[in-house]
């Protein structure tokens, strides 16, 4: 074939059957290249390849939430889509189905998260485009939490690894509208154990009272309290 390439007289390979010339043109298509375009000799495959990366690809989860907050009267059905990044924790993208039921409100979705610094975990826009409520998870640096806070009417961290890393990482950097911006802390434990529990296709139920949640998970029963406060009181350490 190498011959034929090269534009050598089209020779016959003894057991291969009838002899095909190929001309440049057509067998530069079955390799993939473009008009024009040539491979270095030895080349096993087009230069146009070389060097090209596979995107790390997001691995989706279905997870079905029955949610039931009788403090808020809202009762809803909830047919999430989680796409985890590559680089995201099981207990973070649990955190992420956690917020959107005890934050649930219509039109609220996932951000781009870990793929992009722009959006937040959770956010909830406006027929308009605007984004009305910002949602973060973990604990967001105070730099990361101004600008939402200056951008967004409403501001939100459920942090799941304790309130000591997020008020370190708040005191840093002066926030705008500090005492306004709400937190729910969530029981570490809670969350290893729902990381653990959900698998690419889950069906959850979430009762929620007062501070009080009960939790199945695939017929896997779970109850623990949440601590609702804000960043203020946090930093200051109440």
């Given amino acids: 074939a190498g011959g034929l390439l090269r534009g050598e007289p089209d020779r016959q390979l003894k ?15 079955m390799l993939g290249y473009a008009p024009g375009q040539h ?8 230069t146009a390849m070389k060097g090209k990366q596979v995107a ?5 989860y279905r997870v079905d939430v029955e949610l039931s907050d009788i403090d808020r009267g809202v009762y809803e059905s909830l047919a999430l889509r989680v796409a985890r990044h590559p680089s995201e924790d099981a207990p973070r993208m649990v955190t992420r ?10 039109e609220m979705g996932f951000g781009k998260g870990l793929s992009s610094s722009e959006e937040p975990a959770l956010l909830v826009k406006d027929a308009t485009g605007n984004t009305t409520h910002w949602i973060d998870v973990g604990h967001p640096s105070g730099e990361r ?16 690894k304790g309130p000591e890393a997020l008020a370190r990482e708040a005191r840093r950097k002066r926030i705008h509208r500090v005492e306004d911006i709400q937190v729910i802390l969530l029981p570490a434990d809670l969350v290893e154990a729902l990381a653990e529990a959900t698998h690419r296709v889950s069906r959850w139920t979430l009762v929620r009272t007062d501070s009080d949640l009960q939790l199945t998970v ?15 009181r946090i930093m200051e350490g109440r």
């Fill in 15 to 29: 057991g291969h059957g009838p002899r095909v010339a190929l001309t440049w043109p057509c067998a530069a298509a």
């Fill in 39 to 46: 491979a270095a000799r030895g080349s096993d495959r087009p």
């Fill in 56 to 60: 790390e690809q997001s691995t989706l």
């Fill in 97 to 106: 189905v956690l917020a959107h039921a005890l934050l649930h409100e219509p």
């Fill in 145 to 160: 939490l101004h600008r939402a806070a200056k951008a967004t009417d409403r501001v939100s961290v459920v942090c799941h």
């Fill in 218 to 232: 695939d017929e896997q029963p779970f109850q623990a309290s949440v601590v609702y406060t804000t960043l203020q």
